[in-house]
């Protein structure tokens, strides 16, 4: 009998990558009846109510006998009014000693019947745990959860910088256009993600590129029929073998994950929602993190009300300032609103909270999605057909965005240079009239955008079924474990 094979994964703390790792793992026992997985949990201190219900709802009911999770003991304070990405490297780093005792005590109890450690399956921010790995004497791979345009965006960068000792933070308020070989079209340096347009974010990101080359293999969540030119220029033997196995989503019911008030709040959507037309209401949801100041929500309830559509928006407040934390919900939205707005939009626009994604874009009556161009999100519109807006904020949204709207035609902009700090500020707002016409297009029925949008949709289904491109390609991964 073939020999069974434990792998570790190590995903970022966060919602965003947590549960693409999840599901990455639960597919990968799903193929391979030898292989088990542990998945190292770091938390948080400012972790939100949906991601600790989430991780509560792992460890009470584990998708798989053969994927277990280890929550990694908490570590010493770390000062919350560094910057968020001196705070990130700083927390991971502080988690070293942690992975690596964890990791002892899985293989101290060697014997025939215990799987043998084969690697660690890491997060893009998590390159210091090859560190780790190379101690075990095991390979180490990653699972990268953004599109594969920005992987190779960040071998590109990192080449140029390293060979032609070019900055990349030196393109900030340049109007200068990039030609890189992962995109057809040369990249205008104001959608490069803000992390790599300061001096300090871009040692990092760049370090963390740097790092990837030793990797014995990526997983990328993302589809050949969707990224085929970039996934193309990255075989060109100079980084690992990339396997593109997406889109990887958490298409579960909502309810695993929250408490009775979220289940509450989910149940009202979904009813409202029965109540509207087919492909009548447009939904706006900027992720985890996504918030505004009180000027730009303003101009985005007068866009709506303008564009006289059906709206369904996800309104969050942001954190306090100087203080890292995720955004809550407002205990009474009417204090950022324009006066009168909820009482002229009763019965064809509710302003919600914490929203249910997954079940809202799986709603027949959502006909298009103002995003912010996270990957999860816009695997998820792209899987329900659904066509998205662009408004990114932070991370690699822009490029997303770019990607999105002039590369692949899957998308319409609302606007894609915007950006914002932590604390939802930005220095540009986006005006009514430019929030209307974005809405309007990605609204606008039998489109040659929505026609583009199903096929991708349709394909992005046939590429996990048996025989797909993401199916075939998750197979030559699992072959390279159990060489």
Known sequence: ??????????????????????????????????????????????????????????????????VKFITLPKVPAIDKNISPNSFRNQFIESHKSH?????????????ESRPRLAGFVIDMFCTTMIDVADEFGVPTYMFFTSPAGFLGLLFNLQRIRDVYNKEVNEFKDSDAELALPTFVNSVPANVLPSVLLDKEGAKAILGYAKRFRETKGILVNTFTELESHALDSLSDGETPPLYPVGPILNLK???????????????????????????????????????????????????????????????????????VASPSDYSDPKAVLPEGFLDRAV?????IGWAPQVAILAHPAIGGFVSHCGWNSTLESLWFGVPIATWPMYAEQQLNAFELVRELGLAVEINMEYRRDFYGESPKVVKAQEIEKGIR???????????????????????LMDGGSSHSSLGHFLDQIFL
């Not at 992975?99 to 005590?105: F, G, L, Q, S």
């Not at 019965?347 to 302003?351: D, E, L, N, Q, S």
């Not at 297009?441 to 590429?463: F, G, I, P």
């Open 253 to 323: 019911d909502d309810d695993s994950q929250s408490g009775s008030e979220q289940a509450q709040q989910k149940s009202d959507v979904l009813e409202w929602l029965d109540d509207q037309p087919p492909s009548s209401v447009v939904f706006l949801c900027f992720g985890s993190m996504g918030s505004f100041g009180v000027e730009q929500v303003r101009e985005i309830a007068w866009g709506l009300e303008r564009s006289g559509l059906r709206f369904l928006w996800s309104l969050r407040q942001p954190p306090p300032k100087e203080t």
């Open 99 to 111: 992975v690596k005792n964890a990791v002892a005590k899985l293989t101290e109890s060697e014997s």
């Open 441 to 463: 297009e990605v609204m606008a029925q039998n489109s040659d955008l929505r026609k583009r949008v199903k096929e991708m949709s349709e394909k992005s289904k046939k590429a």
């Open 347 to 351: 019965g064809i626009g509710k302003v």
């Open 1 to 66: 009998m073939e020999k069974a094979l434990e792998l570790v994964f190590i995903p970022s703390a966060g919602m965003g990558h947590l549960v693409s790792a999840v599901e990455m793992a639960e597919l990968l026992v799903a193929r391979h009846d030898r292989l088990f997985i542990t998945v190292f949990i770091m938390k948080l201190p400012f972790d939100s109510k949906g991601t600790e219900s989430y991780i509560a709802s792992l460890e009470a009911s584990p998708v798989s006998t053969r």
